[in-house]
């Protein structure tokens, strides 16, 4: 079975800095893996996904992502941190079986300090 | 636009009863899934359905229920044998054999009184 861990539930950083959050997954195949963010009392918003192409994985708001076999990681990261990125960040793995669901972390809640 | 619904936005219900929260997509997308959220907590799975008529138990389907008797709705009932309903209840979809990434909706904040 799958399963992801995100490590630091609450990650600060000031307005121009470099964001790093991270998450480690385990999986027995190939895995797909996603990043999602959610504002407050919405639905989660896809930033970006690794589907077995590059290793190196762009996505919306200026976040990318690199998939790491060796070290089972897919940490998110973001050069210079905006105000707006404020919110919480989940790091997903697809299920291997039929149905195709989603196991989640428990989240990573990112401040941004002016 | 195309997309997911879910209504209402915010449920409240008393101890006993039972609830329906709607979820329909336009994407039309073959799988749909419904997952429960709680504060510092990722999402869990509760019930998911890949084609019309047939839906499959999640990781915590005890007091839950679905229906697929639409393509582009799946409603959940919130029955009164949940006995910590109080959540955050998002649903999502998925297009067929090819689709990899989930697309959400709004969610629904059910609160028990």
């Known amino acids: 079975a799958q399963s992801v861990t995100q490590l630091g539930s609450h990650v600060s950083v000031s307005e121009g800095a470099l964001v790093l959050l991270r998450c480690n997954y385990s999986?027995?195949?190939?895995?797909?893996l996603f990043w999602y963010v959610q504002y407050p009392n919405q639905g989660l918003q896809l930033l970006l996904k690794?589907?077995?192409?590059?290793?190196l994985v762009k996505g919306i708001n200026g976040f990318e992502a690199e998939f790491k076999k060796s070290e089972t990681s897919f940490h998110l990261t973001k050069p210079s941190a905006h105000m707006s990125d404020a919110a919480e960040y989940f790091c997903a793995v697809r299920s291997d079986t039929g149905r195709r669901a989603l196991t989640f972390g428990s989240g990573t809640r990112l401040q941004v300090q002016p | 636009d195309g997309g997911i619904t879910q209504s209402p936005k915010y449920l409240f219900r008393k101890e006993g009863q039972n609830v329906t929260l709607s979820c329909e997509q336009n994407?039309?997308?073959?799988?749909m899934y419904w997952y429960r959220q709680d504060p510092g907590q990722g999402l869990r799975l509760i019930y998911y359905s890949q084609i019309v008529n047939d839906f499959q138990k999640g990781d915590i389907a005890e007091g839950y229920s679905v229906s697929r008797e639409k393509k582009e709705s799946f409603p959940l009932t919130v029955t009164s044998a949940q006995k910590n309903p109080t959540a955050f209840y998002l649903c999502?979809?998925?297009?067929?054999?090819?689709?990899?990434?989930?697309?959400f909706g709004p969610g629904t904040r059910l609160t028990v009184l």
């Open positions: 690794y589907t077995s192409a590059a290793t």
């Open positions: 994407l039309n997308h073959d799988a």
């Open positions: 999502a979809s998925r297009a067929g054999a090819t689709g990899n990434e989930q697309f």
């Open positions: 999986s027995s195949v190939p895995p797909y």
